[in-house]
């Protein structure tokens, strides 16, 4: 069986880039100038751990640190090379169209998290509440005081998301994961736009007194790589990476 790591049209496998999962040797499937990056497995042998799962992102960020590349999902295994090149076959014009799109980019992560609010204001002392209904409205102000704040906090994260295309090439706006977290977003970043996109990242931050702001990477471009609905690797070619 084979397990497949990525695309590139690089001639030769990086000098620091021989072994893949399992310390299996690395090597070319070819098709024309479009390379497979590949090595043998068994497929009983890969696990969904954190050693297996940076070792393939350690082979697909060498590569990338050579020229362009494009990110296959971790745990992508073909049934033989033959296998293979017909997806280099099939999939040629895709492939040579994104890695053109992306020559020169690469992938950062970002985050905007909210911090504990601050509490509203406590009751003066005389002004206790004279009944339960009192208490009740002075508890549902208190709440939608802290939801209008909220509310602000998502609107400025979604003003320094827009602030941040202007750095990027493209940008994707992923599902936000648990109630702190208000944005997640990749950006396709030129190299020579890094330092200004992180910091814009900086500044950001520093206006922004209730978001947490976490930029991550470079990454390869997983959440760029297009998907081929009428192509067997849509699922391998979906964006999945370490951000």
């Given at each position: 069986?084979?397990?497949?790591?990525a695309?590139?049209?690089?001639?030769q496998l990086?000098p620091n880039s021989?072994?893949g999962?399992?310390?299996?040797?690395?090597y070319?499937v070819?098709?024309?100038?479009l390379?497979?990056?590949?090595?043998a497995?068994?497929p009983?042998?890969?696990q969904?751990?954190a050693?297996q799962?940076?070792?393939?992102?350690a082979v697909?960020e060498t590569?990338?640190?050579?020229?362009?590349?494009?990110?296959?999902?971790?745990?992508?295994?073909?049934?033989?090379?033959?296998?293979?090149?017909?997806l280099?076959?099939?999939?040629?014009?895709?492939f040579?169209?994104d890695?053109?799109?992306?020559?020169?980019c690469v992938?950062?992560?970002l985050?905007?998290?909210?911090l504990?609010l601050?509490?509203?204001p406590a009751?003066e002392?005389?002004a206790n509440?004279?009944?339960?209904r009192?208490?009740?409205?002075r508890r549902?102000?208190?709440?939608q005081?802290?939801?209008?704040?909220?509310v602000?906090?998502i609107t400025?994260?979604n003003?320094?998301h827009?602030a941040l295309?202007?750095?990027?090439?493209?940008?994707?706006?992923?599902?936000?994961t648990g109630?702190?977290?208000?944005?997640?977003?990749?950006?396709?970043?030129?190299?020579a736009?890094i330092a200004?996109f992180?910091?814009?990242?900086?500044a950001l931050d520093?206006?922004?007194d209730?978001l947490?702001?976490?930029?991550?990477?470079p990454?390869?471009?997983y959440?760029?790589?297009s998907?081929?609905e009428g192509?067997?690797m849509?699922?391998?070619l979906a964006?999945?990476?370490p951000t």
């Amino acid at each position: 069986m084979i397990y497949l790591y990525a695309i590139t049209n690089q001639s030769q496998l990086p000098p620091n880039s021989t072994t893949g999962l399992l310390r299996q040797p690395l090597y070319f499937v070819v098709y024309e100038e479009l390379r497979a990056v590949v090595s043998a497995i068994v497929p009983q042998e890969v696990q969904t751990s954190a050693e297996q799962v940076w070792a393939h992102e350690a082979v697909v960020e060498t590569l990338m640190a050579h020229g362009a590349v494009l990110p296959v999902r971790f745990g992508t295994i073909l049934e033989r090379e033959a296998v293979v090149e017909a997806l280099l076959r099939e999939r040629a014009a895709v492939f040579r169209a994104d890695l053109t799109r992306l020559a020169g980019c690469v992938e950062l992560g970002l985050r905007a998290l909210l911090l504990d609010l601050p509490a509203p204001p406590a009751p003066e002392p005389q002004a206790n509440p004279s009944s339960g209904r009192e208490y009740m409205l002075r508890r549902f102000a208190a709440a939608q005081t802290l939801q209008a704040r909220r509310v602000q906090a998502i609107t400025a994260a979604n003003a320094l998301h827009a602030a941040l295309t202007d750095y990027a090439v493209a940008s994707v706006q992923r599902e936000p994961t648990g109630e702190r977290m208000l944005l997640s977003a990749a950006y396709l970043v030129r190299h020579a736009e890094i330092a200004r996109f992180r910091e814009a990242v900086v500044a950001l931050d520093a206006a922004n007194d209730h978001l947490r702001l976490l930029c991550t990477g470079p990454w390869p471009p997983y959440h760029f790589v297009s998907r081929d609905e009428g192509c067997g690797m849509r699922d391998a070619l979906a964006p999945i990476s370490p951000t």
